[in-house]
């Protein structure tokens, strides 16, 4: 079972900077990819960004520039840089873990909220 704990949410206005980190621990091996997603309330939820274990990394076109995704292998963390926040990025972030043939694993959610 894999276990995903996140930490750094908050408020901050815009303009601001928050990081969220998150901590994998369980039966996570072997990872191909871990990152981040967000939902919006009323909207689907979406990849903010991801990188493989390969070093590879994906980000939405609305992130570019302002966010960076980060791993630390031997610590199974995956963090979220966000600078230059906007009130459009006020959602609940999830952090996500993928092991090889399997499906997605899900963190408990932390929020984040930008005012203007």
């Known amino acids: 079972q894999v276990h995903l704990v996140e930490s750094g949410g908050g408020l901050v206005q815009a303009g601001g900077s928050l990081r969220l980190s998150c901590t994998a621990s369980?039966?996570?091996?072997?990872?191909?990819?871990m990152g981040w997603y967000r939902q919006a309330p009323g909207k689907q939820r979406e990849l903010v960004a991801t990188?493989?274990?390969?070093?590879?990394?994906n980000y939405a076109d609305s992130v570019k520039g302002r966010f960076t995704v980060s791993r630390d292998m031997a610590k199974n963390t995956v963090s979220l840089q966000m600078n230059n926040l906007k009130p459009e990025d006020t959602a609940v972030y999830y952090c996500?873990?993928?092991?090889?043939?399997?499906?997605?694993?899900w963190g408990q959610g932390t929020q984040v909220t930008v005012s203007s």
């Open positions: 369980g039966n996570i091996f072997p990872i191909v990819v």
């Open positions: 996500n873990l993928r092991r090889l043939f399997e499906g997605d694993n």
């Open positions: 990188m493989t274990d390969g070093g590879i990394t």
